[in-house]
């Protein structure tokens, strides 16, 4: 069975000048977890869900313990609201940013004639869930395991 047999010809894409903010919504709202980035007509990246939460990702921790004295102890609540503003003020920063800042820049592809076992080989050789289906240099379609795996219970 060919790719062209199982893929969705009704890609949602974005643009790599998009919003991070914009990008969540549509994942919300289309339902999907990732989508081709696309830049006149060409696939310039793909961005995931995964890259989305890559972001809240906790730095390594110091090892410093920090025991506050009996007199900190009144600045504790004082210095946990600073922290909560600075938390508030990245995230509200982070909704700004632009997703060719998260997004990766190679790209794995199939062509609409290559068949499912290629397609299902190259998702897992590279931990991708997807793969853009590109014709003459053109986003044609794309491909998900959901997709590859109806097509291996339905082939022929």
């Known amino acids: 069975?060919?790719?062209k047999d199982v893929m969705n010809k009704d890609v949602i894409t974005c643009g790599q000048d998009d919003t991070l903010s914009s990008l969540a919504q549509l994942f919300r709202e289309k339902h999907?977890?990732?989508?081709?980035?696309?830049?006149?007509?060409?696939?310039?990246?793909?961005?995931?869900?995964?890259?989305l939460?890559?972001?809240?990702?906790?730095?390594?921790?110091?090892?410093?313990l920090w025991l506050p004295s009996p007199l900190e102890i009144i600045e504790v609540p004082i210095r946990n609201l600073v922290r909560f503003e600075?938390?508030?003020?990245?995230?509200?920063?982070?909704k700004s940013k632009p997703?060719?800042?998260?997004?990766?820049?190679?790209v794995r592809s199939v062509s609409p004639e290559d068949n499912l076992e290629e397609?299902?080989?190259?998702?897992?050789?590279?931990?991708?869930?997807?793969?853009?289906?590109?014709?003459?240099?053109?986003?044609?379609g794309i491909v998900a395991r959901s997709d590859i795996i109806r097509g291996l219970s339905t082939g022929e």
Do not use: C, H, Q, W
Request: no cysteine; net charge positive; hydrophobic share 40%.
């Open 1 to 3: 069975m060919k790719i």
């Open 86 to 94: 600075e938390i508030k003020k990245v995230l509200e920063d982070m």
């Open 32 to 51: 999907i977890s990732g989508m081709p980035v696309v830049e006149k007509g060409k696939v310039v990246g793909i961005v995931s869900e995964t890259d």
């Open 53 to 64: 939460l890559r972001l809240f990702k906790n730095p390594e921790p110091s090892g410093d």
């Open 119 to 140: 397609a299902s080989d190259r998702m897992v050789r590279y931990k991708v869930n997807r793969l853009p289906v590109i014709e003459n240099g053109k986003l044609v």
């Open 99 to 106: 997703v060719k800042d998260i997004m990766k820049k190679t």
